[in-house]
């Protein structure tokens, strides 16, 4: 019995480590350049996401829980990488944004703000909450604020999408901690978000065939005062 | 059951359309079938106005006044949508049979996806509806395949799944409060009676993430960015679906949860909806005056009616009747509007206003209805808009709302003047394009169109008076 205690301590420990890697992966996924260096960073916050769902399965007993780890494994770890490479092919190897619109120092200190905010929001909640949710909801919350700019920030369609699913991860990672015992919308919403990569991921490569590429700063054509006349093709 | 059969027959319709290549068989399905999905939703609107509510499965699918509204107005919407298309896409998309069957099963699944909204007792399910909403209509909205559409495909997927994300955050919160409370059952009512004993802060983290969240699909400025581009690119039958019902049903959602957050002290959701109705209505009204491209004026349009539907939800009680009132005559208007707009498209090939003159020589069809249904959605009696913002202007006076009632008035004058400068320079003057013959579908399409914007503009049947008493018992405590 003493035994177990004793594990089931080291692994709410481990949950706040992992807690932490989460946030700096988030971190780091907005700083970088290349698209493939996205993806892989995407692929190990994924896969810190599911150890922790994992993890608080054990603590809860939650088999829903279990499964919601594993499709996150399957979907975000495997699935969704393969997905990319096949479907876009080259394009995710060789593309990297050359100029960020804000500069590195300046998202760095916008990252720090977004954890001090998320903290400030949901500190009141957390009064009596259990160690893991004290851990999983701020930087759940966290992490999607991060998502939310790098994806207002990125210039490439696939680091873009990435960013979306990163968002994903971070109301997801807050809500394991907090819905324990009723994890199938989880369920429901992951197997979704398979739909939603596969059709972002068509979606990217129909408009490098016919845009002639995935940057989407170069996707400005709809907008008030422009001339519809002009028609497409015509942009530098 | 009838409820369950609404989403499953577009879901058959699809199956059909995916199996079979006889493009005349896939248009007559999917025509016969959103007829059925209509006549079932009336026929469960006729239900709720008897018994108030539809449990098929407990604490998992039912129907009650709101929801059978939004059904009503989705059947319709789908069943004028479907019977446009066919002579629509013929034409647009005369040389690719193929595309054109591509085009209803995405349709088809699309409008599965829509009714599945209303029709579930539970958020989490509810908010999983709405994702397959946004993943089932992307195609439709990048159908046309050039790079505006594509652009406009991707900045709606991006942007709304974005939101979604957001929103499911907010969800979970509540989620948890019910968990902290030991209730088991997630349905609506269950969150209506928890909130008073939900901490406050986490009310106000859910609504702020659930407002924003869904605010982004609904079309709420600052979060709109996407709209005009989505609702002007996509072929004109999904413009008049996307315009017309699909914002009003991601605002049904927020309507739900409308009890639960209007419980929070010191009436902060209703001034959230107050401020960001009107950001929404002024920002459309200004943005309408400059627009070049005449879809993307009344997707504006569209902006500035959600704004409008946010103004009556934030007044409170007193504005309830008037928003749902708006609500349904916002559907019946809007989806006119666009196929009046394809109409005129069809006429001419082009989406320019600069280029467009002297329709109603042209096309007199197309000149006169979109003459007479911008009138209508910019707000001019004897249409049902005007009586509908009529009530809502009332609304606002008698609870006191002064300010708000002054600048909504002028905003939406505004809109009314922009709405009207363009037509004027589209319908009048000499003719720029030769005479063309509309397809018959198109015709039939606007005259089924016309008869509820014309009756529920001189009265409003008591049947449906009552329907709309009932639907505000949703957002009642």
Same mark, same amino acid.
């Given at each position: 019995?003493?035994?177990?205690?004793?594990v089931?301590?080291?692994?709410?420990n481990?949950?706040?480590?992992?807690?932490?890697?989460?946030?700096?992966s988030?971190?780091?996924?907005?700083?970088?350049?290349?698209?493939?260096?996205v993806?892989?960073? $995407?692929v190990?916050?994924?896969i810190? @996401?599911?150890?922790?769902? $994992?993890?608080?399965?054990?603590?809860?007993?939650?088999?829903?829980?279990?499964?919601?780890?594993l499709?996150?494994i399957?979907a975000k770890?495997?699935?969704?990488p393969?997905? @990319?490479?096949?479907?876009l092919?080259?394009?995710?190897?060789?593309r990297?944004?050359?100029? $960020?619109?804000?500069?590195?120092?300046?998202?760095?200190?916008?990252?720090?703000?977004?954890?001090?905010?998320s903290?400030? $929001?949901?500190?009141?909640?957390?009064?009596?909450?259990?160690?893991?949710?004290?851990?999983?909801?701020?930087?759940?919350?966290?992490?999607?604020?991060?998502?939310?700019?790098?994806?207002?920030?990125?210039?490439?369609?696939v680091?873009?999408?990435?960013?979306?699913?990163?968002?994903?991860?971070?109301?997801?990672?807050?809500?394991?901690?907090?819905?324990?015992?009723?994890?199938?919308?989880?369920?429901?919403?992951?197997?979704?978000?398979?739909?939603?990569? @596969?059709?972002?991921?068509?979606?990217?490569?129909?408009?490098?065939?016919?845009?002639?590429?995935?940057?989407?700063?170069? @996707?400005?054509?709809?907008?008030?005062?422009?001339?519809?006349?002009?028609?497409e093709?015509e942009?530098? | 059951?009838?409820? %369950? +059969? =609404?989403?499953?027959?577009?879901?058959? +319709?699809?199956? %059909?359309?995916?199996?079979?290549?006889?493009?005349q068989?896939i248009r007559? *399905?999917?025509?016969l079938?959103?007829?059925?999905?209509?006549?079932?939703?009336?026929?469960v609107?006729?239900?709720? *106005?008897?018994?108030?509510?539809? *449990?098929?499965?407990p604490?998992?699918?039912?129907?009650?006044g709101?929801?059978?509204?939004?059904?009503?107005?989705?059947?319709f919407v789908?069943?004028?949508?479907?019977?446009?298309s066919?002579g629509?896409?013929k034409?647009v998309?005369s040389?690719?049979?193929q595309?054109?069957?591509?085009?209803?099963v995405?349709?088809?699944?699309?409008l599965?996806?829509?009714?599945?909204?209303?029709?579930?007792?539970?958020?989490?399910?509810?908010?999983?509806?709405?994702?397959?909403?946004?993943?089932?209509?992307?195609?439709?909205?990048?159908?046309d395949?050039? &790079?505006? +559409?594509?652009?406009?495909?991707?900045?709606?997927?991006? =942007?709304?799944?974005?939101?979604?994300? /957001?929103?499911?955050l907010?969800i979970?919160?509540?989620?948890?409060g019910?968990?902290?409370?030991?209730?088991?059952?997630?349905?609506?009512?269950?969150?209506?009676?928890?909130? &008073?004993?939900?901490?406050?802060?986490?009310?106000k983290?859910?609504f702020?993430?659930i407002?924003i969240?869904f605010?982004?699909?609904?079309?709420?400025?600052?979060?709109? *960015?996407?709209?005009?581009d989505?609702?002007?690119?996509?072929?004109t039958?999904?413009?008049?679906l996307?315009?017309?019902?699909e914002?009003?049903t991601?605002l049904?959602?927020?309507?739900?949860?409308?009890?639960?957050?209007?419980q929070?002290?010191?009436?902060?959701?209703?001034?959230?909806?107050?401020?960001?109705g009107? =950001?929404?209505?002024?920002?459309?009204?200004?943005?309408?005056?400059?627009?070049?491209?005449?879809?993307?004026?009344f997707?504006?349009?569209?902006?500035?009616?959600?704004?409008?539907?946010?103004?009556?939800?934030?007044?409170?009680p007193?504005?309830?009747?008037?928003?749902?009132?708006?609500?349904?005559?916002?559907?019946?208007?809007?989806?006119?509007?666009?196929?009046?707009?394809g109409?005129?498209?069809?006429?001419?090939?082009?989406?320019?206003?600069?280029?467009?003159?002297?329709v =109603?020589r042209?096309s007199? /069809?197309?000149g006169?209805?979109?003459?007479?249904?911008?009138?209508?959605i910019?707000?001019?009696?004897p249409f049902?808009?005007?009586?509908?913002?009529?009530?809502?202007?009332?609304?606002?006076?008698m609870?006191?709302?002064?300010?708000?009632?002054?600048?909504?008035?002028v905003?939406?004058?505004?809109?009314?003047?922009?709405i009207?400068?363009?037509?004027n320079?589209?319908?009048?003057? &000499?003719?720029?394009?030769?005479?063309?013959t509309?397809?018959?579908?198109?015709i039939?399409?606007?005259v089924?169109?016309?008869?509820?914007?014309?009756?529920?503009?001189?009265?409003?049947?008591a049947? /449906?008076?009552?329907?709309?008493t009932?639907?505000t018992l949703?957002?009642?405590?």
């Open positions: 019995m003493n035994q177990l205690m004793v089931n301590h080291l692994l709410v481990i949950n706040s480590v992992i807690g932490a890697l989460f946030l700096l988030a971190v780091v996924l907005m700083t970088q350049r290349q698209a493939q260096a993806l892989r960073l $995407f190990r916050q994924s810190l @996401l599911a150890v922790s769902a $994992f993890i608080l399965g054990w603590l809860h007993h939650s088999a829903e829980l279990m499964i919601v780890g499709i996150t399957v770890a495997v699935l969704i393969q997905l @990319l490479t096949r479907t092919g080259p394009d995710i190897r060789s990297r944004e050359l100029d $960020f619109i804000v500069n590195t120092p300046v998202s760095l200190l916008i990252a720090l703000g977004m954890t001090v905010l903290y400030f $929001f949901v500190a009141p909640l957390l009064n009596g909450a259990n160690q893991t949710i004290a851990v999983n909801l701020p930087v759940g919350l966290d992490v999607l604020l991060i998502g939310v700019y790098t994806l207002a920030v990125r210039r490439e369609a680091p873009q999408m990435l960013a979306m699913m990163a968002i994903d991860n971070g109301a997801f990672y807050a809500g394991i901690a907090i819905t324990t015992s009723s994890a199938i919308v989880e369920l429901a919403a992951g197997l979704e978000g398979v739909m939603v990569v @596969l059709i972002a991921a068509i979606l990217a490569r129909t408009l490098a065939q016919r845009v002639g590429s995935t940057e989407v700063s170069e @996707l400005t054509h709809l907008k008030e005062g422009e001339r519809i006349g002009e028609k093709g942009s530098e | 059951m009838i409820i %369950i +059969a =609404i989403p499953l027959v577009p879901t058959l +319709a699809a199956l %059909i359309a995916l199996l079979t290549p006889r493009i068989l007559l *399905t999917t025509v079938g959103t007829f059925a999905t209509l006549v079932l939703s009336m026929i609107a006729h239900e709720i *106005t008897q018994r108030i509510r539809l *449990t098929v499965l604490h998992w699918i039912g129907v009650g709101l929801s059978s509204l939004i059904l009503v107005l989705q059947g789908a069943l004028t949508a479907a019977l446009y066919w629509y896409m034409r998309t040389l690719h049979p595309r054109q069957q591509q085009f209803y995405n349709l088809n699944l699309f599965a996806s829509l009714f599945m909204v209303p029709i579930f007792l539970q958020p989490a399910l509810t908010w999983v509806a709405v994702e397959l909403t946004t993943v089932l209509s992307v195609f439709l909205v990048g159908f395949n050039t &790079p505006r +559409a594509l652009e406009a495909a991707w900045k709606y997927a991006v =942007i709304t799944i974005m939101g979604a994300t /957001v929103a499911v907010g979970f919160l509540l989620l948890w019910l968990l902290t409370l030991h209730v088991s059952i997630q349905t609506w009512d269950t969150l209506k009676t928890a909130a &008073p004993h939900m901490p406050v802060v986490q009310l983290l859910a702020v993430l407002f969240g605010g982004t699909k609904v079309g709420i400025v600052p979060m709109h *960015t996407w709209l005009p989505a609702h002007s690119q996509a072929p039958p999904v413009c008049a996307l315009s017309g019902v914002v009003s991601i049904y959602v927020i309507m739900r949860l409308w009890p639960v957050f209007e929070i002290p010191g009436g902060f959701a209703q001034n959230w909806a107050l401020v960001f009107l =950001i929404s209505v002024g920002t459309a009204a200004f943005l309408m005056i400059q627009v070049r491209d005449f879809k993307r004026l997707a504006f349009s569209t902006v500035e009616q959600m704004g409008i539907l946010l103004v009556g939800l934030g007044l409170g007193a504005g309830h009747y008037a928003m749902m009132y708006q609500l349904l005559t916002h559907a019946i208007t809007k989806s006119l509007v666009f196929y009046s707009a109409a005129v498209f069809l006429a001419t090939s082009t989406l320019d206003i600069a280029s467009v003159k002297g =109603i042209s007199p /069809v197309a006169t209805t979109l003459l007479f249904s911008g009138l209508a910019a707000g001019a009696p049902a808009v005007f009586l509908s913002e009529f009530a809502l202007f009332r609304a606002s006076l609870s006191r709302h002064i300010i708000v009632l002054v600048l909504l008035l905003f939406v004058t505004l809109a009314f003047f922009g009207l400068r363009h037509l320079h589209m319908i009048f003057g &000499p003719p720029s394009h030769p005479r063309i509309l397809p018959r579908s198109v039939w399409t606007l089924i169109g016309w008869i509820p914007v014309l009756v529920l503009g001189v009265y409003l049947p049947s /449906v008076h009552h329907l709309l009932l639907t949703a957002l009642r405590r």
